[in-house]
């Protein structure tokens, strides 16, 4: 039985031998972070004091630890942002600031943030945000006018929609674009889903086709002049030149359609001939609010005209009409030969 405690007491001591150069390392104060003068750059010119510690091995692990940062951060490496054949790549630096805090922090608590920080969480106002990008991103046609427009003027930086660490970015993606969009446009998200709507989630359509998110001189930044310039781009056949034309079509497409989606066929507003009946009176009817009686077409009964389509039974060139007769606009040819 002696000799039993005689062995339990050396293995205890062995084991508080073994255990006291770990306790030391534990109570004596990290090297400060980045500080290691023989590190290597791992993905871009002069990242080694980023790269120091945030390297291959930094993914969250759901503890508040020191490193707790967003999921493969070296993917940078993988996007436009970390091609190291290009003059103009950035570094860790020139978008996070040189962060000296942050990097010479020493000890086990959480280090200070950085000097620009892109999380959703950050307390970086989204002008200094949307500044470090634009010290590239703002000579070109595409964002000379965000200043002023309406995601700047409302604080929406450019890491609300971008993902620059990302392999992928979804913004920049036809079919995630709309995703990222919906976010915030939540009621456009919900017109989307309505059976008569422009093929976004088929994703042969994607905002971008007809919005310049970082600003636009047109209004709801349409990426032509005007919303009609913009829905031309690719419903030509629209456009005319047209001997008569019908001027909503030329002055906004949305006094009848619904661009995101509607309940109705063809984006329309309401149903014909309800749709018309905001600016027109039927043959016959009673004048509606503040618009007088159109009188009886000669020679044509009342009855049932609006049957069916409606106004659309007879004036199928809605958007312009090229016939002769400027009397009866928006008919088609064929209609005076009965």
């Given at each position: ?7 339990l ?14 306790m030391a ?27 120091g510690?945030?390297?291959?091995a930094?993914e ?5 630890t020191?490193l707790?940062?967003?999921?493969s951060?070296?993917a940078?490496?993988?996007t436009k ?11 860790c ?15 086990s608590?959480?280090p ?5 920080s ?12 949307s ?5 590239c991103?703002?000579?070109d ?32 993606d ?29 994703g042969?359509?994607?905002c ?9 001189a ?11 310039e ?5 419903h ?20 009848c359609?619904?661009?995101?989606g509607?309940?109705?066929?063809n ?8 749709v018309?009946?905001q ?16 009188q ?8 049932f005209i609006e ?6 039974n ?9 016939n ?15």
């Amino acid at each position: 039985m002696r000799f039993v405690r005689e062995i339990l007491t050396v293995c205890a001591v062995i084991g508080t031998l073994a255990a006291m150069p770990a306790m030391a390392a534990a109570d004596a104060p990290k090297k400060a972070l980045g500080a290691d003068p023989n590190a290597k750059d791992l993905i871009l010119k002069g990242d080694a004091k980023c790269t120091g510690c945030h390297d291959e091995a930094d993914e969250p692990t759901g503890a508040s630890t020191m490193l707790e940062l967003n999921p493969s951060v070296l993917a940078i490496g993988k996007t436009k942002h970390g091609t190291t054949a290009d003059k103009r790549t950035p570094t860790c630096v020139d978008c996070h600031g040189e962060s000296e805090k942050h990097r010479l922090h020493t000890g086990s608590g959480k280090p200070p943030v950085v000097d620009r920080s892109f999380r959703k969480t950050s307390t970086t106002p989204a002008d200094a945000r949307s500044g470090t990008c634009l010290t590239c991103h703002d000579k070109d046609s595409k964002r000379h006018l965000w200043a002023g427009s309406a995601h700047e003027s409302r604080d929406v930086a450019c890491n609300a929609c971008h993902q620059v660490h990302a392999k992928k970015d979804k913004v920049r993606d036809k079919r995630t674009q709309s995703e990222v969009c919906f976010t915030c446009h939540k009621e456009q998200r919900s017109q989307i889903n309505k059976q008569s709507h422009h093929p976004i989630l088929e994703g042969k359509v994607s905002c971008s086709d007809c919005h310049n998110s970082h600003g636009s001189a047109g209004p709801k930044l349409m990426k032509r002049d005007s919303v009609v310039e913009t829905c031309y781009t690719c419903h030509m056949e629209k456009r005319g030149p047209f001997v008569h034309n019908h001027q909503p079509v030329n002055d906004d497409c949305g006094n009848c359609h619904m661009p995101h989606g509607t309940s109705a066929d063809n984006l329309l507003k309401a149903r014909a001939p309800m749709v018309c009946y905001q600016c027109h009176s039927g043959h016959g009817t009673p004048g509606l609010a503040g618009i007088a009686p159109v009188q009886a077409v000669a020679g044509k009964a009342n009855t049932f005209i609006e049957q069916g389509r409606g106004c659309l039974n007879c004036h199928t060139e809605i958007h312009g009409s090229n016939n002769p007769n400027g009397g009866r606009n928006l008919l088609p040819p064929a209609f005076f030969l009965q």
